[in-house]
């Protein structure tokens, strides 16, 4: 069994192919899926899914890309949702940022709060968090540990093989490994993924995109999960099966899903 703990089921990409794309999942052994929160436009696609499917769950919240949407969510409704079990996607994400430096520092500021916010409303709902982090590692863990978000744990969603994020297993926040482990260039995550401890490894496809090797240039799957748990198995020296029953076993400690 494997859970896909990072998956956009509600992008309009699988819509037209959605109950065989799941069939393939299956047969994959992949037995649940969690829709994370990225733009509020896709929420309630999202909810509908979990109402429909009993192995899909969801998350509340709002990619830092989309953060001037968050006074449109009614966090308060979703995560009171049986079916939610996260805060997030949220976080911070340098990688786009334009404009002067003083732009840029602004920009910088209104993500921080908005993360900040996620952060106290997991903790104010007991739910763990998906955390989104691009170029910007050392002030995500800072905010992290000034918020003391480790009383609700969570996930770095595609972890970026930054050695400074590690030390954050020991606060409750696990590792989301997803297809690029699988890329030719990926040399970064294939040395530290070793270093990440067994009981903090998540397996995730962030699909649409990400799609592993050999599949790179098209729409990525949840059944492609099984490569994504092959190339960890080649690093970690681990049978397959062994790393889909670790990582299932790390994210239902993480989620409580069932």
Do not use: W
């Amino acid at each position: 069994m494997i859970i896909d703990t990072h998956i956009h089921l509600d992008d309009e990409r699988y819509r037209e192919d959605f109950d065989l794309m799941l069939e393939r999942a299956h047969e994959a052994g992949v037995n649940a899926f969690i829709i994370p929160g990225a733009h509020p436009a896709t929420l309630d696609r999202a909810v509908e899914l979990c109402e429909q499917y009993a192995d899909i769950y969801f998350a509340v919240g709002v990619h830092p890309y989309d953060m001037e949407h968050i006074e449109s969510v009614d966090f308060e409704r979703y995560a009171a949702h049986p079916k939610c079990v996260a805060i997030g996607e949220c976080g911070l994400d340098y990688f786009r940022l334009e404009g002067s430096d003083d732009e840029k520092q602004s920009e910088k500021i209104r993500q921080a709060d908005v993360f900040r916010a996620h952060i106290r409303f997991a903790k104010e709902v007991q739910k763990p968090l998906i955390v989104h982090i691009r170029d910007a590692s050392h002030d995500a863990k800072m905010i992290l540990l000034e918020e003391d978000a480790g009383i609700v744990g969570g996930v770095l969603h595609c972890y970026n093989a930054d050695d400074e994020l590690l030390s954050l297993a020991k606060e409750n926040f696990y590792f989301g490994i997803g297809g690029v482990v699988t890329f030719q260039n990926a040399k970064k995550l294939i040395n530290v993924l070793p270093k990440i401890p067994h009981d903090k490894l998540l397996i995730e496809t962030d699909g649409p995109y990400l799609t592993p090797h050999p599949h790179r240039g098209s729409r990525n799957e949840p059944s492609y999960t099984r490569l994504i748990a092959e190339k960890m198995g080649e690093i970690l020296e681990l049978d397959s099966d062994a790393v889909a029953s670790l990582t299932t076993r790390n994210a239902l400690n993480l989620f409580g899903l069932g």
